[in-house]
């Protein structure tokens, strides 16, 4: 069975390396913070001082991360991955971060004889729990298909999408429709309860129809229940689209509605709104149109 490391035991991280611990996997894990590796290591799992210390000791080598220069830290800087690199080794991200970053960092590792997958995650909170999540790959074939058995106790769905920073292309394209579903779903909210309508009844009437999306499946019914806490953070969707848009300009193609979009969650970060849940872009829009979500 392939020994495996974890590094980055967030929100998504800790749940789905509890995931890969439960189906079985030996597990290495390492973490900024100590309490949620105190927690896995309590369940069966072995702690690690550094990167390098996991890298030497598994066969595949996960990082869920913040942001693209966390992932290059990790995986290229001092006592990284890249320092207890080995042949045969697989690095899978499944952060959210450039492509451009992806690529580069597969194509130093794999001078190490390191392949190397980028698999951003889509789901939420709800998924990485529940091990139902959406994996998008770019990389080798082979590797997936090694490490495919491990992808298994995080996700129902693992689509191959092409080579180095494909899947990262492709969760930049998955983020365009998250923030244009969790803004329509705010419009859509507040323009009912505005016009004196139930906004709730509304829900339960066009989520069987055209309108049927994943957002009204799941977010409604807790923003009626006042619970805005993450989920997915705000601030995190905001770094999402900042690279969406990045990389929409390394190609020229214009994105006007993500960029209008982006700016709505920028509003929540200066709202100081930053660490609630993308869901919660309802908020900006209460803040414009004076009245709050009703809820019960």
Avoid at 3 to 17: D, F, Q, S
Avoid at 84 to 104: C, M, N, Q, W, Y
Avoid at 109 to 135: F, H, M, N, Y
Avoid at 245 to 250: E, F, K, V, Y
Wanted: hydrophobic share 45%.
């Amino acid at each position: 069975m392939l020994r495996v490391g974890y590094i980055g035991l967030g929100l998504m991280g800790k749940p789905m390396a509890r995931n890969i611990l439960r189906a079985g996997f030996p597990l290495v894990v390492h973490n900024r913070s100590r309490a949620a590796v105190d927690e896995l290591v309590a369940e069966g799992a072995v702690a690690a001082a550094s990167p390098a210390e996991v890298a030497q000791q598994v066969d595949v080598v996960i990082t869920n991360l913040p942001d693209s220069p966390d992932v290059e830290a990790v995986a290229l800087g001092e006592n990284g991955i890249l320092a207890g690199a080995h042949a045969g080794l697989v690095f899978v991200d499944h952060s959210t971060i450039k492509p451009e970053t992806a690529r580069h960092i597969a194509e130093v590792l794999g001078e190490e004889g390191v392949a190397c997958l980028d698999a951003p995650v889509s789901g939420g909170d709800i998924g990485a729990r529940e091990g139902t999540l959406t994996i998008m790959v770019g990389g080798p074939v082979e590797a997936l298909e090694k490490v495919r058995p491990v992808l298994e106790a995080e996700g129902r769905t693992i689509t191959h999408i092409g080579a180095a920073g494909a899947g990262q292309v492709a969760k930049a394209a998955n983020q365009i429709m998250v923030a244009a579903q969790m803004v329509a779903m705010a419009e859509l909210l507040l323009l009912s309860q505005k016009a004196g309508v139930d906004p709730q009844r509304v829900v339960a009437a066009i989520r069987g129809g055209a309108a049927q999306c994943w957002t009204l499946d799941n977010k409604p019914q807790r923003l009626f229940a006042g619970e805005r806490g993450p989920g997915f953070k705000a601030y995190m969707m905001l770094k999402d689209l900042d690279i969406v848009l990045d990389t929409a300009r390394a190609y020229g193609m214009p994105l006007p509605s993500t960029a209008a979009h982006t700016q709505l969650y920028r509003a929540m970060q200066e709202l100081g709104l930053g660490d609630l849940d993308n869901s919660a872009v309802v908020a900006v829009y209460e803040a414009l149109t004076g009245t709050r979500l009703v809820e019960g």
